[in-house]
């Protein structure tokens, strides 16, 4: 109790003086700047140089001992309409959402890599995703698609044979889906330039994340640009 009350009696003083705290080490890991990682011991980065960005660098890292190191780094491709708040996110605009979000489930046409921890879901020629705003299963793997959703307002996995070789879904607007604000998000393989919204890597980087990625350590991913209103470190 009495250093909580010396800490917050030094911060006192520096806002009474019109100072701002000192800025964290210039080799202090990304993470330990977050604002917010989930909570778990494996998170992963994908940080943008600025919101008009559609490539940047993704980081997955291990908490270990009380400090963050990096287990791999690859370079990431995201939105071709760069990047967005995903409390502003609107559907159909081709921009990734910054936030700090879970990762459910990972899933592709190939083979889990071995080693691979998640679960993980085989695509069929039944698989998609829901993007319909008007069906029940909206921003969900359905497999068959269901009546109410249109074909023409999903996706149909099987189609995408290089970008959704492998895969882990990003918790965009997942567990309580808000209509208009997008759906199917996730890290998935680099195709021929900037993806629909979701984050990209190399066949190699996601081949490594998916066997690195234990659900034990609840692993989340942050998003967002290197500063402003979207900083990486806000989340």
Known sequence: MRRRLVTALVSASFCALGLAPAEPPADTPLPA?????????????????????????????????????AAGTASARFGSGGLVAGTERQQGTNTTPTGLYDLP??????????????????????????QDNDSRAYNRWTDPLPADCRPSESEHLVAYPTQYAHALVIGFNYHRPVRGRGAGIFLHVNGKAATAGCVSVSPEAMTEILRWTDPARHPHIAIGTTGGATSITRY
């Not at 909570?39 to 400090?67: F, K, M, N, V, Y």
């Not at 889990?112 to 921890?117: F, L, Q, S």
Request: proline share 5%.
């Open 33 to 69: 700047r977050l604002a917010d990682t989930g909570g778990g011991t494996q998170l992963i980065t994908a940080e943008a140089p600025d919101t008009g960005s559609t490539t940047g660098t993704l980081t997955w890292w291990d908490r270990r001992h009380g400090r963050w190191t």
């Open 105 to 130: 489930f990972g899933f592709g046409i190939e083979a889990a890599p071995a080693g691979t921890r998640v679960k993980y879901r085989p695509v069929a020629e039944s698989s998609w995703w829901c």
